[in-house]
């Protein structure tokens, strides 16, 4: 990667760059578009172990808006990842069942283009989007509801246990198969932007500011993390150079090399707060402190101003969402705790 | 109305009754259609003061779900109003900033059909839901926010700027077009029924049982109170005949006479739980109880059913609504407060 990037860095600098040769210089970086074809983006998006079909991405809708998902009847996934703002809460740490802040004042990620990342979680301790829809649904300080009381709410209403049936073989609601459906749901959530058009040949998908930003993005080095479909997603060492500015909030402490998710770069101008712990709320700061901390490089106000330019060209456009009306509760679903 | 009541149940009561000759008597008794008729349908739940627009209904839409509206960016009208969940939360009583519940223990009402509410609010302090929409946002234990942080955050977001200018002749945003604006969108909540159709002369769009229902909901006086468009919606003493069995729970104590706002019973088997205190979950049980408490009648189980089976007909058609993708905040936006 890092030769890769060098010889970048080089032909980048030496000459004023066409278009097409941009396009070039940055797919050899390793940026890659959101698939135009959908038979390709499926494949790309789609779980070997939980195959998307239409029924189960509707299943999988409804109950990623299931505020009965949560011991306290309501918190959804939608709650702290709303697909209205970024797929983000707009808040410094997660805030769930009693108004609990995340003990590790951990933000929460982007669900727009998740399915992108190659971990799930800022420590990447899960691998996939099915397997992560089953942390927060149980995490004591977001929705807080048992595995148990999970499937017995969703199998208390006729018309969620009908539609399970005709998702899965067997009828069988399971708590693996509720997190298994949400995760479809959120496989489809991706959002193609200028961006993509750029790669994808369109000269003119973005603006001469846009593609000097993208310039610099490359030579600075920062698609040496931000890179591939999520232009983010793998795990880096953090802080790599110089220590986190704010590394007195929140759990990493700045003192050591701790392995964290790049976030995605897809949207960034709508999901602040920034950074695993949300501390920075400007964009431009983000930038900065990035160049630091990862770079050992002191951007200039003219390259932050550049590479954010560009970043805006990775605003995209979001899959269109029928607000679902969900199955009616009966006399035997469990009832909402909110103590 | 009670003269004319006495004379309904006679009526109603002396001969087995057609089709026909039972929407009669319905309609006799006070219940009204939701009109079928785009411009009638307009003309009733138009605001003459804040007259409906598809600009303003979208503008307001957006508002509606937007978390920024509250202090803490995690509170919409949508939150304690869920229209997944047939308008309401499904909690007993309202839970809002810093999970501070209702201080008077009252149960959100849904926001389906309130338009065809007399009054606002369990208490009917309020005229209309553009007046309404000013309150749970400013209320401490609800969105929490005050006036002036609603009207920055929104005036922060060039989008909302925009869409400002296109629907009011002054671009200036207020709170009271911010508030203006979401009682536009509820306005459009109305959810026509089976019912309806009923009422509207189609003799098969109720089963035989739920018409034996409605004549057992006319005969014993639920309409005197549920009657009209709305089918509830006036101010009525609360208890009027016998002491109300959950007086032990929030702030009406059955002591004396309370005036309290009828709810709807439309859609009513989605909007557990019920009364203005959500102490009852079980619809019959809150069949069982209205009887005792407001009619001095004890129902039997079969006439509770009965009843029950004919509320099964006012569930209605929800409008289809696509989740707003909103305006992004700036980094002048003032920043949630969650304390």
Redesign the interface.
Known sequence: MKTTLTLTILAASAITLSADTLIQVATNAGLKAIPTDHAALMKLIDNPKNHLTPEKIELGKKLY????LSK???ISCN?CH?????GV????AA?GH??T?NPHHLNSPTVYNAVFMSKQFWDGRSPDLEDQAQGPMQAAPEMAITQKMAVERISSMPAYVAEFKKVYKDGNITFKKIADSIGAFERTLVTPSPFDKFLNGDEKALTDAQKKGLKVFIDKGCVSCHTGVGIGGSMQPFPAVKPYKYANIGDFKGDKNSMVKVPTLRNI??T?PYFHNGAV???SEAIKIMGETQLGQDLTNEEVKSIKTFLTSLTGK?P???????P??T?TTP??V?K
Chains 1, 2 share one sequence.
């Open positions: 808006f299931d505020t009965r306290s009847n309501l709650t709303n697909l209205a703002i970024g809460d707009g808040v410094s805030i009693h108004w802040a101008t709508q602040a709320w400007s964009l979001k269109t969402i029928n607000y679902p009306i969900l009616t509760v006399e009832k909402p909110t």
